[in-house]
Nanobody, 124 residues
Framework: QVQLQESGGGSVQAGGSLRLSCVAS????????RAWFRQAPGKEREWVAY???????NYAASVKDRFVLSKRNGGTTLYLQMNALNPDDSAMYYC??????????????????WGQGTQVTVSS
């Protein structure tokens, strides 16, 4: 069993930055795809960034060049540095781990473990 806990969300003005953290506990050794998702009210959950078992990182087009995913402690801690935030980035952000390798298009299906989420609100 794996438990995930996100933190770092908050309210910022457009153009600001936040850094989200995701701490994993439990048996994480077989987690081959680790990702950040977000979901805004009335919208579907969408992937933001992922890191696969080989360390490859990829970003959704909407956040590329603004967000940076990184990891520590062998991948049990994930970070999402979010820069140049805009109101469209407002959402609940989740980290998720999967036993499967990352395969695009990335969807929430197949991710076995989810955190409770951390809210990000960007005002104009």
């Amino acid at each position: 069993q794996v438990q995930l806990q996100e933190s770092g969300g908050g309210s910022v003005q457009a153009g600001g930055s936040l850094r989200l953290s995701c701490v994993a506990s439990g048996y994480t050794y077989s987690m081959y795809c680790r990702a950040w998702f977000r979901q805004a009210p009335g919208k579907e959950r969408e992937w933001v960034a992922y890191i696969d078992g080989d360390g490859k990182i990829n970003y959704a087009a909407s956040v590329k060049d603004r967000f940076v995913l990184s990891k520590r402690n062998g991948g049990t801690t994930l970070y999402l540095q979010m820069n140049a935030l805009n109101p469209d980035d407002s959402a609940m952000y989740y980290c998720a781990f999967s036993h499967r390798y990352c395969e695009e298009p990335i969807t929430s299906v197949g991710f076995n473990y989810w955190g409770q989420g951390t809210q990000v609100t960007v005002s104009s």
